[in-house]
């Protein structure tokens, strides 16, 4: 993927990722402040599409959004520029995505 | 009779040092006149540079007490605390000799950059056969007019951290003369100019700190260009022209 193709990925994740992050938030302290269980927390995650489409949406922006920003700061400090480099940034990318991914469809299918 | 301390940076490319003058002060003086009475008086090989006097050609701009200006629109009064002046070459550009830099690297990134007008109807060159219509009014000309009254001094250039970071980076000059070409109708390569300015040492390199903005002796904005430049790019990734 060219440059900019990564920085336009970059800006969609940004926004997709301010909501997401609020949302993520709200549902922590509701599921904290609310006093829920694990028992009761995996009832609500288990088989609900809605919730694992978020999350591996959620985890996929992250993983995406974190990698391509590293590989804007490595670029400035370290030099590393590149094909290679933007391939290896987008692969480290993807992988923490998919990490993610894997966790929600965990609690999803628990 | 009061008089001015003036510290001038004098060396080449291999180094150098502050020189230190006591210039007589004057009511009305800028730094243009400081360093023309130290050459006529105490340093007739001192090198500098300038033309017009009046803001006009660009050629006068220095780092006066910290910061980049044009020196011939500089009041001394404006500028020296204490009567204690610091003059010194541009930064991020070789120095020939004294206070006179090589602008050779900023001229290059301007080509770089596609700074050259390319006509639409007439990819050849020759003049087109009758007068393009551009309505003063249509927002594209008021885009192209913002950033149209650039005169390359080389102000933003020298103020800018990324420029100072990144060596490759095309600058503030050169991406808001991208940015004016983008917004002439007239210009046909727009497509090829949006290329040339993308990346890591084009706009997308720029961190928006605006040193750039608040540095134009014009009062021009080539921050604002620049990310006007990312937002043409952004759109262009998904075949959008904005």
């Known amino acids: 993927m060219s440059g900019r193709g990564l920085w336009a990925v970059q800006r969609i994740t940004a926004m997709f990722l301010a909501l997401a992050v609020l949302v993520h938030l709200a549902t922590i302290l509701v599921a904290v402040r609310g006093g829920l269980s694990a028992a009761e927390i995996l009832a609500r995650t288990q088989g609900n599409e809605a919730w694992l489409g978020f999350y591996a949406s959620f985890a996929l922006a992250a993983g995406l959004h974190g990698a391509i920003g590293l590989r804007a700061i490595a670029g400035e400090w370290l030099g590393w520029r590149g094909r290679g ?14 990490l993610g991914i894997r966790a929600a469809i965990g609690l999803y299918a628990a | 009779m009061a008089s001015l301390q003036v510290s001038v940076w004098r060396g080449d490319a291999t180094g150098g040092d502050f020189a230190r003058y006591t210039v007589p002060a004057r009511e009305n003086q800028t730094v243009l006149d400081v360093i023309s009475w130290i050459q006529r008086e105490e340093a007739p090989d001192l090198a500098y540079r300038f033309a017009c006097r009046v803001g006009m050609c660009g050629s006068c701009a220095m780092e006066v007490n910290g910061r980049a200006r044009w020196t011939c629109r500089t009041h001394v009064s404006k500028v020296a605390t204490d009567g204690v002046l610091e ?16 602008m050779a690297p900023f001229f290059d990134k301007w080509a770089r950059a596609r700074g050259t007008f390319q006509p639409k109807d007439s990819p050849d060159g020759a003049v087109p056969a009758d007068f393009a219509v551009v309505p003063p009014e249509s927002p594209k000309r008021q885009a192209a007019d913002a950033g149209i009254e650039c005169i390359g001094c080389g102000v933003c250039y020298a103020s800018c951290d990324i420029v100072a970071w990144n060596k490759d980076y095309l600058g503030p000059a050169a991406l808001n003369r991208a940015w004016t070409l983008v917004n002439d109708v007239r210009d046909g390569a727009r497509a090829d100019r949006l290329e040339a300015v993308a990346g890591d040492a084009g706009c997308h390199a720029c961190h928006s700190t605006q ?17 006007g430049l990312k937002r043409s790019i952004f759109w262009s990734v998904f075949g959008i022209t904005r």
Request: proline share 9%.
């Open chain 2, 87 to 102: 003059v010194r070459p541009l930064a991020n550009l070789p120095v020939i000799r004294d206070l006179a830099t090589d």
């Open chain 1, 85 to 98: 480099f933007d391939a290896a940034w987008l692969a480290a990318g993807l992988l923490t995505a998919a």
């Open chain 2, 211 to 227: 040193s750039c903005t608040s540095r134009c002796p014009k009062g021009l904005d080539p921050s604002g260009a620049i990310a």
